[in-house]
Nanobody
Framework: QVQLAESGGGLVQAGGSLRLSCVASGLTFSRNAMGWFRQPPGKEREFLAAISWSGPYYADSVKGRFTISRDNAKNTVYLQMNSLKPEDTAVYYC?????????????????WGQGTPVTVSS
């Protein structure tokens, strides 16, 4: 059974930083593209970043502020978030796609995590 477990969310002041982690189990981690999404209150889920053997990809909304990375030895993907803004408040989700980053960017991964909430106060 595949499980994606996010952690690292919480409350932070505007301008601050957080690092989210997602530990994967039940899949061959190194063969999966991994990604991060978020869903702000009352809005649809949106793609943020993905990483695979071909490199990282970012949505324009977070390029330059967020950094995705992975540690295949730990089956973990990270999202470093800097210069946080109140509009970054959302539930953040980890996702995995055996088919590569295309499916992630299309919002159609194979697996989702349960999400971790991030609140940025002004």
């Amino acid at each position: 059974q595949v499980q994606l477990a996010e952690s690292g969310g919480g409350l932070v002041q505007a301008g601050g930083s957080l690092r989210l982690s997602c530990v994967a189990s039940g899949l061959t981690f190194s063969r999966n593209a991994m990604g991060w999404f978020r869903q702000p209150p009352g809005k649809e889920r949106e793609f943020l970043a993905a990483i695979s053997w071909s490199g990282p990809y970012y949505a324009d909304s977070v390029k330059g502020r967020f950094t995705i990375s992975r540690d295949n030895a730990k089956n973990t993907v990270y999202l470093q978030m800097n210069s946080l803004k109140p509009e970054d408040t959302a539930v953040y989700y980890c996702a995995a796609s055996y088919g590569g980053t295309y499916n992630l960017k299309e919002g159609n991964p194979d697996y989702w995590g349960q999400g971790t909430p991030v609140t940025v106060s002004s």
